[in-house]
C-alpha cells in the first residue's frame, strides 16, 4: 500500500522541488549551450573565467541562464497598448504555474512527494500541453504580426510532434501490463499510468540483454517509441530543427517578440522548468528512472540513484547538443511532413512492438533480449 | 556588488542597429560575435528584437530619413539601457563631418549623439573586433551602475 507522508512535509517538499527542479534545469540549459557552442567551434559561457578578468567579469559562468533571468527580472516590464492585456500578462504565468504543478507529479530518482499517486502520466501530459497553449495565446494576444506567425507556427508544430509523443507515452506504458504476466505476476492486469509504477516495474525487474543481466530499461524493451519521444522532445524544447516557431531570423522572436522585462523573464523559467520535465520524464519513462536499490560498496542506494541519474541527464544532454549544432532550421511543412513521417511510424511501430516481442519470446526466437 | 548589479553585468544582450552606415562597422560587429572571438563566454548575445536587449550598438552616420526610426528603436528598449556608438562616422560624421565652408551634408541627420544619448564611443573606421567587445563590457559595467 503506499505510503503518505504526513501534510508539513508535503508542504515542504512542494516548495522545495520546483526550486530543485529550477536550479538543475538551469544547470542542464547551462550545459546544452556550452555543448553546442563546443560542437560549433566557439567557447561557450566560460565555466573557469581567466584570473586576469575576473575583476571584471566574475569568476564562472555556469549559472548563465539564471543571470539572464534575474538580469530580465531587473528590468522595465512594458506592455502594448494594442495588448489583450489579461491574456498577455497571464500567460506566463500558466504557463510556469502548470510546470510548476507537474513537477510535483513526476519521480525524480524515484522521489515523489504524492506517493505512487495513480494517473500522473495523464495529468503530466496535459500540464506540459498547457504550455504550447499559452505561447499560442500570448502571441496572438500580443498584436503583433510576428507574434501572430509565431502563434500559426506553434499550432502547427504542436499538433506534428504531440501525436507521436503521445503514441509513444501509451505504447511504453502499455508495457507494464504487457509483461507482467511474462514475469509470472497477475495475469491481464491493464498497464499502469502511474510513473511512479513504471519506475518500480523497471527497477525490479530485469532482462538478459545479449548475455548480461541488466534492470528491464524500457528503452531496451521498446526502443521504437523512445527513439520517437526523443524526437518529439527536440520539437518540443525548440531544438535547432525544430526552433520554427521562434525562429530569430525569420520571425523576431515569435510569439515572444512583444514581451519585456518579468514578464519574459517567466517565460524563460517556463522553458527551463520544461527542459528539467522533459527529461527527467526521459528518464522515468525509459531509463529506470535512474533508481538504484541496492546498496553497492556499502553506499547508500539514493548517492548511486543520482549519479546514475545525473549520468543519463549528461548523455540526453549530449544527443540533444549534437543535434542542435548540427542541423539547420526546417521550413514549417517540411517538419510537418517530417513529423508524419519518422516518429509517426517509429511510435506506431512502438505500439505493436511489446507483442510482437512477448510472441516472439514465447516461440523461442531469440532477438538478443530475453525476459529473465 | 549586489545581486542586481551582477545580473546585469553577467548578461548584455545586444541589438545591432544599422542607421545607413557603408557597412564596414556592421562586418566588424558580426565578426567580433563570431566563433573566433566568441562573446558568449562573458553572456554577450545578440538579439534583432530592441525589447529584449539591453545594449544598442550603433553604426554608420544617421541619414535625415533614418532619424524617426532611430529614436524610435530607442524608445522601445525597455530601461535600463545603453548605447554604444560604433565607428567614426556615429561618433563624429566621420567623412560626412561637416565642413566649415560648405556646412554639413545635406543628408546627414547628425552623429548618433545629437539623437539619443550614448554611453560609450568606439573610434574607429571601422574599429577591431576587440575594441568592439570591450565597448560592450564598458557598456554593460554603465548599465549595473544604474539605477
Redesign the interface.
Known amino acids: 500500500m503506499a505510503v503518505y507522508l504526513p501534510i508539513w512535509q508535503i508542504i515542504i517538499i512542494c516548495f522545495a522541488l520546483p526550486a530543485v527542479g529550477f536550479f538543475l534545469g538551469v544547470l542542464f540549459q547551462s550545459l546544452i549551450?556550452k555543448l553546442t557552442?563546443r560542437f560549433?567551434?566557439?567557447?561557450?559561457?566560460?565555466y573557469i573565467v581567466p584570473k586576469s578578468l575576473r575583476p571584471?567579469?566574475?569568476s564562472t559562468?555556469i549559472l548563465?541562464p539564471f543571470?539572464?533571468i534575474?538580469?530580465l527580472?531587473?528590468?522595465?516590464?512594458?506592455i502594448p497598448s494594442t495588448a489583450q492585456r489579461k491574456i498577455f500578462i497571464s500567460a506566463p504565468f500558466a504557463a510556469s504555474t502548470s510546470l510548476i504543478i507537474a513537477i510535483w507529479f513526476i519521480p525524480i530518482i524515484g522521489i515523489s512527494p504524492f506517493g505512487p499517486f495513480e494517473f500522473s502520466l495523464i495529468i503530466t501530459l496535459y500540464l506540459m500541453l498547457i504550455v504550447p497553449l499559452t505561447i499560442v495565446a500570448s502571441g496572438a494576444a500580443s498584436s503583433s504580426p510576428w507574434g501572430a506567425i509565431g502563434s500559426y507556427r506553434e499550432v502547427i508544430l504542436t499538433l506534428a510532434y504531440e501525436i507521436p509523443f503521445i503514441l509513444g507515452i501509451f505504447s511504453t506504458a502499455m508495457l507494464t501490463g504487457i509483461l507482467t504476466p511474462v514475469y509470472g505476476g497477475v495475469p491481464l492486469i491493464p498497464g499502469s499510468l502511474s510513473l511512479t509504477d513504471i519506475v518500480n516495474f523497471q527497477a525490479s525487474h530485469s532482462i538478459s540483454f545479449f548475455g548480461f543481466k541488466i534492470p528491464a530499461f524500457f528503452i531496451l524493451l521498446n526502443p521504437f517509441a523512445a527513439a520517437a519521444i526523443l524526437m518529439s522532445l527536440i520539437g518540443k524544447l525548440k531544438i535547432k530543427p525544430m526552433d520554427i516557431p521562434d525562429a530569430?531570423?525569420e520571425v523576431?522572436?515569435g510569439a515572444?517578440?512583444?514581451?519585456?522585462?518579468k514578464l519574459?523573464g517567466v517565460y524563460e523559467i517556463a522553458k527551463i522548468l520544461l527542459l528539467f520535465i522533459s527529461l527527467t520524464l526521459f528518464i522515468d519513462m525509459y531509463l529506470g528512472g535512474a533508481l538504484v536499490t541496492v546498496n553497492y560498496l556499502g553506499v547508500p542506494s539514493f548517492i548511486w540513484s543520482g549519479i546514475v541519474f545525473g549520468v543519463e541527464i549528461v548523455i540526453l544532454i549530449l544527443i540533444i547538443s549534437v543535434v542542435n549544432a548540427a542541423n539547420a532550421r526546417f521550413r514549417i511543412d517540411q517538419a510537418f511532413t517530417w513529423y508524419m513521417k519518422i516518429p509517426l511510424i517509429l511510435s506506431l511501430i512502438g505500439l505493436v512492438w511489446p507483442y510482437i516481442m512477448v510472441s516472439l519470446a514465447g516461440a523461442g526466437v531469440s532477438i538478443g533480449i530475453n525476459i529473465v | 556588488m549586489g545581486l542586481k548589479q551582477k545580473a546585469r553585468l553577467y548578461s548584455p544582450w545586444v541589438f545591432h542597429a544599422h542607421c545607413s552606415g557603408c557597412n564596414g562597422c556592421g562586418i566588424e560587429i558580426a565578426a567580433a560575435l563570431n566563433p573566433r572571438y566568441d562573446p558568449e563566454r562573458i553572456g554577450v548575445t545578440l538579439h534583432n528584437n530592441p525589447r529584449h536587449a539591453d545594449i544598442m550598438l550603433v553604426e554608420g552616420i544617421v541619414a535625415k530619413q533614418h532619424v524617426p526610426f532611430l529614436k524610435r528603436t530607442y524608445d522601445q528598449m525597455p530601461t535600463p539601457k545603453a548605447v554604444v556608438a560604433i565607428g567614426s562616422c556615429a561618433i563624429t560624421g566621420g567623412v560626412f563631418k561637416p565642413d566649415d565652408d560648405k556646412g554639413p551634408s545635406y543628408t546627414q541627420g547628425g552623429p548618433v549623439d545629437r539623437i539619443i544619448p550614448v554611453d560609450v564611443y568606439v573610434p574607429g573606421c571601422p574599429p577591431k573586433p576587440e575594441a568592439i567587445i570591450d565597448g560592450v563590457i564598458k557598456a554593460a559595467i554603465i548599465l549595473s551602475k544604474r539605477e
Open positions: 549551450r557552442a560549433q567551434g566557439r567557447r561557450g559561457p566560460w571584471v567579469v566574475g559562468r548563465q543571470w539572464d534575474m538580469k527580472m531587473y528590468k522595465q516590464t512594458l530569430e531570423v523576431i522572436a515572444y517578440t512583444e514581451y519585456t522585462g519574459l
